[in-house]
């Protein structure tokens, strides 16, 4: 029996990640201006990383923590979490996972069986798409509507509930698109969930950058919807610590214990010197977070201004939030996204994401990502705009 004929039809289902082969063949070339992966280019503040040097030197890191989490910096969630998002919620109603990633999965692991169904926007992160196959969920996706900024198809989900319909998984603001799902959304979205008692996972790891008129809106700030809502975030993006691995889930009391079966097999705990790193994050001063936003906010105009000087190759919608957008590539003979992006960078040295990575209706676009040095985005679009000429 060959090593193929071992492998999971769960594994086999999952294509090979477009974001990472990109960044490994970006690695083959030298000189390469990067807007292809959403990691901050700013380093966590020094405070940050101090608080975790501490923990290191006395010692408290060298051993597990509860599963769910230090209990102190569950407690400075749980304030935070009222204060921000307006969630009622204690520190027993949270567990510590590593990164958002890791509690969405134990999320989805949670409350999906064999042959459930997940319904989720088109396009999304293709990682909860990947986590509903690996629980032996199918994804069904619902497009969103590009010409109206990428919102949310409020009929498209109802008529897309079934019998065999378990759960709703979103991220907003979006990863792809930048979309700011609106509160008044969000609260249709509660409805239809209450009335077919669907559980909601959310993924709100860009929560703080928001721009313009467009604020993040957390459904389980519905009173009703707290026992139907499983709400994941992360430092990762808040504090600029991608390689800190550490993030956060709040779910309903009967939830929680059900998730930690799912998380203690996946993690045992989150890394513990990273528990004291976001300790210090909730504990310290917060105003690297107006800073990280404005500093998006202003690359986002720029690469917005960018695209408008080549409007005869990508048409693109604004992003509200996040520090990613969505274009769609203009091509009346139909595009590969995937061959556009190879194209870019070996001919141009631009390394981008090909939208066929984000869903169904992501063909045809690509993702950019803005949460790097202003530099680095003049250079890629100085590039492109040569390259396209």
Known sequence: MSNAARISRRVQQIPKSAIHEMTRLSKEIEDVAFL?????????????????????NDGLTDGYSESSGLLKLREEIAIKLERDNKIDTNA???MVTVGAIEGLAAAVMSVVDPGDEVILPSPSYSTHANQV???SGKPVFVPLIED??????????????TQKTRAILYCSPSNPTGTVFSEQELRQVAE??????LVVITDEAYEYFTFDDNRHFSIASI??????????????????????????????????????????????????????????ALQGPQDCIAEFRRKYNSARDLMCARLDKLANVFEYQQPGGSYLMFPRILDDAGCDSGAFCRK???EAKVSTTPGVDFGPTGEGHLRLSFCVPEEMIDKAFDRMESFFR
């Open 36 to 56: 292809s992966w959403a990691k901050p280019t700013s380093n966590a503040p020094r405070h940050i990383r101090d608080a975790a040097i501490r923990a290191i």
């Open 223 to 280: 009173p009703e919807m707290r026992k139907n809502t499983i709400s994941c975030y992360t430092f990762t993006k808040t504090y600029a610590m991608t390689g800190w691995r550490i993030g956060y889930l709040c779910a309903a009391e009967d939830l929680i214990p059900q998730i930690s079966k799912a998380h203690i097999p996946f993690a045992i705990c989150a890394p513990v010197a990273s528990q004291y790193a976001a300790l210090a």
């Open 148 to 161: 109206d900024g990428f919102c949310l198809d409020i009929d498209g989900i109802r008529k897309a509930v």
């Open 192 to 197: 239809i969930a209450l009335e077919h008692n």
């Open 133 to 135: 196959v690996l629980a």
């Open 92 to 94: 027993s109603l949270i």
């Open 344 to 346: 870019l960078l070996r």
